[in-house]
């Protein structure tokens, strides 16, 4: 039984051998391709982030005034 509890601790240690270039420990050499690769992506998901936030805002700012105007009695345009 400890066997099988120590397969997801190796696992675990062996893990940072396994990742890429970009996510390694910052004292290694890496090329400067990764890592602008990687702040691409970064930025990338950032601005997908705002543009979900602006189409939600704006989506709520148009139903909140559309049941304004049916709560004032004024047809919808």
């Known amino acids: 039984m400890k066997f099988l509890a120590s397969i ?3 696992l675990l240690l062996h893990a940072p051998a396994l990742a890429c ?5 910052p004292g290694e050499e890496v090329e400067t391709t990764t890592v602008m ?11 997908m982030l705002i543009f979900l936030f602006a189409l939600c805002s ?3 700012w ?3 005034r559309t049941i ?7 047809p919808v345009r």
């Open 21 to 25: 270039a970009g996510c390694r420990e």
């Open 62 to 64: 148009f139903v909140a």
């Open 37 to 47: 690769a990687g702040f691409g992506f970064s930025w990338g998901v950032i601005f």
């Open 68 to 74: 304004k105007t049916v709560d004032a009695g004024k």
């Open 8 to 10: 997801p601790a190796l």
């Open 58 to 60: 704006g989506l709520g």
